[in-house]
């Protein structure tokens, strides 16, 4: 390096000048390039660095700059023109990296500036966030204390206990100094000091419930600071202290006269009392927003949990009447049970009682009819037991009746041959209709089903009925019996737009129609045939007998068969229309077992007398024994009596070839007796025929016969023709 010709000022010696140069050199060009190393492990542990591209651009300045120093140290000897090239372009590329770094710091430093704005701004949130955090926990601790109190209000449904509960709670969570309840008096024109939190006995004193500060109060539905000298609010005696704070708040009181159906009480119908409270005395404290918010909340939960007593109070009220009401109801009840039971015992030993005679009045009337008498005494005998089949029809038509009115009376279902019916109707009608000379058709349909499910013993009494009312109101002329299925449009009756029929695969409608050509029915008097004791008051049919229950009974068989009877008639001397509609099942099988019932009128046979035949006799009535033997004497049997169930067993043999026994005996157990003769002989063949005698054919009778193992059941009173008729059965069969 030349020598400058520059005047020299007194320095150190240029050696050690450039000693000093090369040594700071080196130093700076090591201090720029460790800068980078701790640039790039700055932003490798710095992942949310936003300006990385930055750092890049400066760190390459600081290289070049580095570079540029580590160059210089060559320049300082002697050196080729490759190191000033290269010291040349590195100081350009420095100058052109700092310029970019410059330009790019303008943007960059007023977004390092707000970043400190967002600093601050987050400070602000922050401490924003802290107070809602203390109002949410005071809220918290608010709905906390609300729960207890509530919880405590709630735990019993006594509103005076509830009150006190409510003023004893606010005054241990809000440090209360007093605390009152104002309540309305009778006439709601005064409040009424109730309860207090410090005073055991209130003092009671009463305030004009239309003063400024209690209409204020109860105007709005918050709590309300109010002056610590309002007369609501003077709860302690005047001294030397200064009152602290007094707030008021309206508790409604709901009746339950005030609730509606889907709807809230009326507000014009509410009553408030008024709750006082006052902070302690000589104290600096004032009420909380959130303080206030929990008062509001437990006078609510007041005026529900006294809502809720007043619901609970009329309750007890109403379930103490009911109570009442359910004890006599009760009391009825059993008093209509010992009734019912008093009057079922009576019917069943009057059934028995009356049958008993009767069984002896037709049966010797009709052994004596057997024998040689004279017109006049034949006329005496024919009259003696018509007027006994009219008895005994009566009886049976009160004893149906009743069970009919307390429903006891159930239908007794079963398959049963419909056309069959029909024929052993006319075969019963036949002999009556042939004295009087009336003609007697009948006429069933081709689609009517031969077998049909249904109570045959009921269906065959009410055709029998019908069909007798129209023999015995006819003096000339002909009676015709219709039955065929009803459709759907012969189904339905105007007059009765209750009857609604059902049609279905599985049951049919049969539609059974008796047309006579006797007196007639004045059309006014139709609706009162089908009401118990009602007979028809046309002249001339006062004297034909009946009790006027025939038809009453009818209509009560009916509708459990589900069906509907009614009757047309134009008027007097134009006969009459009785139409019977009957629901009745279809059989699934026609051979379907059941006991049979023996008939009740005589049918033509073939054997009138038995003789030799051994028939034993049990009744413990001497009289229906007697009775019996001499029907069956009469027939030609050989008859054993016996009157009690040891006699019976004892004496009952293979050569008896039937057993009659009255069931009915009051300390004899028939079904046990025949289950004892069905033991003793265990071979079919050997063992006799077995015939309940009895005065009720329901059918739980009809059941226990056939459980024990009876043969067959007859009904009293028995007449020589229907007992001759039983035995030539018993024997076919």
């Known amino acids: 390096m030349e020598s400058c010709n520059c005047i020299e000022p007194q320095w150190p010696p240029d050696d050690l000048l450039m000693k000093y140069q090369y040594i700071s050199d080196f130093f700076i060009a090591l201090a720029y390039f460790s800068i980078p190393l701790e640039l790039i492990y700055f932003v490798k542990k710095s992942a949310v660095f936003p300006y990385r591209w930055v750092l890049v651009q400066f760190g390459a300045f600081i290289v070049l700059c580095g570079a540029t120093h580590l160059i210089n140290l060559w320049t300082f000897t002697m050196h080729s023109r490759t190191v000033a090239s290269v010291m040349t372009t590195a100081k350009v590329l420095t100058a052109a990296v700092s310029c970019i770094t410059a330009l790019m710091l303008v943007h960059i430093i007023p977004d390092l ?23 949410i926990r005071t809220q918290e601790e608010t709905g906390r204390h609300v729960r207890m109190l509530t919880h405590e209000i709630r735990s019993t449904l006594d509103r005076h206990t509830i009150l006190k509960t409510t003023l004893v709670e606010l005054g241990r969570t809000l ?29 009671g004193y009463t305030v004009p419930i239309h003063h400024p500060v209690i209409n204020q109060v109860f105007s709005s539905n918050r709590a309300v600071k109010i002056s610590p000298n309002c ?25 339950l006269s005030n609730f509606h159906i889907n709807d809230w009480p009326e507000l014009s119908t509410k009553r408030y009392a008024l709750m006082v409270l006052m902070l302690p005395s000589d104290s600096a404290r004032q009420w909380h927003v959130h303080e206030l918010e929990l008062v509001e909340v437990v006078a609510d939960q007041v005026a529900v949990a006294l809502s809720h007593a007043a619901i609970l ?26 009734a019912i039971r008093a009057r079922n015992d009576f019917l069943a030993v009057m059934n028995h009682e009356m049958r008993t005679p009767m069984h002896a ?18 006329l005496m005998v024919e009259t003696i037991l018509k007027s006994s089949n009219l008895l005994a029809t009566l009886i049976n038509d009160v004893l149906d009746l009743s069970r009919l009115e307390d429903g006891s009376l159930q239908l007794d279902l079963g398959t049963f041959n419909l056309y069959a019916v029909f024929r052993e109707v006319l075969n019963l009608i036949k002999p009556i209709a042939s004295v009087k000379k009336l003609h007697v058709s009948l006429n069933l349909a081709p689609d009517l089903p031969e077998y049909a499910v249904g109570d045959e013993k009921r269906l065959m009494q009410t055709i029998l009925n019908i069909v007798g009312n129209a023999v015995k109101f ?11 299925v009803a459709k759907l449009d012969t189904l339905r009756d105007s007059k009765a737009p209750e009857f609604l029929p059902v049609l279905s695969d599985n049951h049919f409608y049969l539609r059974v129609q008796v047309k006579d050509s006797g007196s007639g029915i ?3 008097d139709i609706p009162k045939l089908f009401t118990k004791f009602a007979q028809n008051q046309s002249t001339g049919t006062r004297n034909s007998g009946g009790s006027g229950l025939g038809l009453a009974i009818c209509k009560r068989f009916v509708n459990l068969m589900e069906g509907h009877i009614w009757i047309e008639s134009e008027g007097l001397g134009k006969g009459c229309t009785a139409i019977l509609i009957v629901k009745l099942g279809m059989p699934e099988r026609v051979n379907e077992s059941k006991l049979p019932y023996m008939p009740k009128m005589p049918t033509d046979h073939g054997q009138t007398a038995f003789p030799g035949l051994k028939v ?3 009744d413990e009535n001497g009289v229906s024994r007697m009775v019996t033997k001499g029907l069956l004497l009469h027939l030609g049997c050989d008859v054993t009596m016996v009157g009690s169930s040891e006699e019976c067993l004892r004496l009952v043999s293979h050569e008896h070839k039937v057993v009659f026994m009255d069931i009915c005996v009051p300390g004899i157990d028939s079904y046990g007796i025949t289950i004892r003769i069905h033991e003793k002989f265990t071979k079919r063949h050997e063992r006799p025929l077995l015939v309940a005698l009895t005065g009720n054919t329901d059918k739980v009778t009809k059941e226990n016969c056939m459980r024990a193992g009876m043969d067959g059941l007859i009904l009293k009173p028995v007449s020589l023709d229907k007992m001759r008729s039983v035995l030539t059965d018993l024997l076919e069969h």
């Open 113 to 135: 500036l707000s970043v400190k704005t967002r600093e601050l701004f987050l400070k602000n949130k922050a401490a924003e966030l802290d107070r809602e955090m203390g109002l």
């Open 313 to 338: 109070e009329e309750s007890m009220r109403a379930r103490d009447l009911l109570m009442e009401q359910n004890v006599a109801l009760d009391l009825a009840r059993r008093e209509a049970e010992t």
């Open 361 to 378: 009045i037709i049966a010797l009337s009709s052994l004596l009819q057997e024998t040689e008498l004279t017109p006049e005494q034949r």
């Open 474 to 484: 006819s003096k000339e002329g002909s009676i015709s019996i219709t039955a065929f």
């Open 175 to 203: 440090a209360l100094e007093e605390c009152a309840l104002w309540m309305p008096t009778r006439t709601g024109l005064e409040l009424q000091l109730s309860y207090t939190l410090r005073q055991q006995n209130p003092v």
């Open 231 to 255: 007369p609501v609010a003077r709860l302690r005696p005047a001294g030397k202290y200064m009152p602290g704070e007094v707030v008021a708040v309206r508790v409604p009181l709901l009746h």
């Open 522 to 524: 004045n059309p006014l």
């Open 616 to 618: 034993l006799v049990m």
